[in-house]
């Protein structure tokens, strides 16, 4: 149950990094992470990506789009 909930708190943490400029602490707070680093750890376990990459790869998809 421990990695469902997991999955469910990344996969709402890479929606908010990919939506929207928020600081990437405040994403980790926001969905439940009280530790950074923690969440740095699992973002990149659940993802293959760490956090800032995401909102990078997230920017230039809109980019290209645009």
């Known amino acids: 149950p421990i990695v469902y909930i997991l999955h469910k708190r990344i996969s709402m943490a890479r929606s908010y990094l990919e939506k929207t400029d928020m600081a990437i602490t405040d994403v980790a707070k926001l969905t439940g ?8 750890r699992n973002f990149k376990k659940f993802t293959g990506v760490s956090p800032l990459n995401c909102r990078q790869n997230a920017y230039k998809k ?3 789009d645009s």
Not at 33 to 40: A, E, L, M, Q, V
């Open 33 to 40: 992470f009280n530790n950074t680093s923690y969440f740095y």
């Open 62 to 64: 809109s980019a290209n």
